[in-house]
């Protein structure tokens, strides 16, 4: 059989995504020939696919990944953006073939934090959102990155959980720097803010890595100043770096507010700490406690309480915790593992659906 032409598809995540491109791609990579079609610049690593640019303002790259699903040479498309799905709906239905929409989002539950929704328009756009979710689960394939999504749909869909693919991290250090690192998108629903105050209460070095809202990064920094604060801000870094600056931490933050879109999800970079070997400190959500609650190395503490978040820093780096966090690593990564070869069996079949009629 011909190896399948796979199209992954991201017109807002940044190439760089986590899941899409060093989970999902790289999967896919064993079993297809992968396109993928990000925003410019694109991913700081191309290895094993080709590259489509999505050029230009957020219309543009729309009109762009449009095209390219309605006109490209693939047997299975996977969009990430829930703005594509009428796209993806048309390729399915004029092209007869298979698109899949994975979903690591609850869109309807974002809305009340997207900047650019004016408040009195929030219900409206949140009908929107769950009206194109009614669409893709109509004519797409769907697959899940947790099994709480499932709520947003009428129908059961497979759940590939969004856990680290630690077989390409590097063996735990024995000791950290004595520094706390935050790894995702820096703003201000992640209670970066909240973590700035907490380290500087308790003397600790704090290291965020990833791209930041431009206000928000001002703001810190000014705030670090005023603090007398250790704080460093790397900016967006490719996924090895990223890995690398992880490594020497001495404790891992996952600082989420309690909000809507976050109360019932796990926040995926809590595990990636712990199959490094670095103890965590998270908020206390239900969807964190769930996953998180009974694992040694673990502080869970109450969403934006900056004492109880600096109290458990000064616990959290002790030589001590961070023997006890490595000593775990191999359990860890064995529990909580990218399904790899359940996504390549997975996408085997599809690659054979091409032609059935869209999904009822």
């Known amino acids: 059989m011909t190896a399948p032409a796979i199209l992954v598809l991201t017109t807002v995540h940044t190439p760089d995504d986590t899941r899409i491109r060093e989970r999902l791609v790289r999967s896919l990579e064993e079993i297809g020939r992968v396109t993928y079609a990000t925003r410019v610049p694109g991913p700081s690593d191309m290895s094993g696919l080709s590259w489509a640019r999505l050029p230009g303002g957020r219309i543009r790259r729309n009109l762009a990944a ?8 693939w047997d299975i498309a996977i969009l990430h953006d829930p703005e594509t799905i009428p796209a993806g ?45 009614r669409l893709a689960e109509r004519f797409l394939v769907l697959t899940l990155a947790e099994p709480g999504y499932d709520r947003l749909f009428d129908k059961s869909h497979p759940v590939f959980p969004n856990f680290p693919r630690s077989s390409s991290f590097p063996a735990p250090l024995e000791s950290g720097d004595g520094s706390a690192v935050y790894v995702g998108d820096i703003t201000r629903a992640r209670g970066l803010e909240d973590a700035l105050e907490a380290t500087a209460r308790s003397g600790i070095r704090f290291v965020a890595v990833g791209r930041g809202e431009e206000t928000l990064v001002e703001a810190m920094t000014s705030r670090a100043r ?33 909000e809507a879109n ?42 934006g309480d900056i004492d109880a978040m600096a109290s458990a ?48």
């Open 89 to 133: 709906v048309l390729a399915r239905l004029t092209r007869r073939a298979v698109v899949v929409f994975d979903v690591h989002e609850d869109l309807p539950a974002q809305i009340a934090y997207k900047d650019w929704v004016p408040a009195p328009l929030a219900g409206m756009f949140r009908g929107i959102a769950r009206g194109l979710y």
């Open 66 to 73: 449009l095209m390219l699903l309605v006109r490209g040479k």
């Open 262 to 303: 976050y109360r019932h999800s796990l926040p995926t970079k809590t595990l990636e700490y712990l199959a490094m070997g670095i103890p965590v400190v998270a908020s206390d959500l239900p969807g964190t406690r769930a996953v998180l609650e009974g694992l040694d190395a673990v502080w869970l503490v109450p969403p």
């Open 313 to 360: 820093f000064v616990q959290a780096v002790r030589p001590e915790v961070k023997r006890t966090a490595v000593e775990q690593v191999t359990e860890l990564r064995t529990r909580f593992r990218w399904p790899e070869d359940e996504v390549r069996a997975f996408y085997s079949a599809l690659a054979g659906q091409r032609g059935i009629p869209a999904p009822n």
């Open 226 to 258: 005023d603090l007398n604060a250790e704080l460093e801000l790397t900016g967006p870094v490719s996924n090895p770096e990223a890995l690398k600056r992880m490594s020497v931490a001495s404790v891992g933050l996952s600082p989420l507010r309690d």
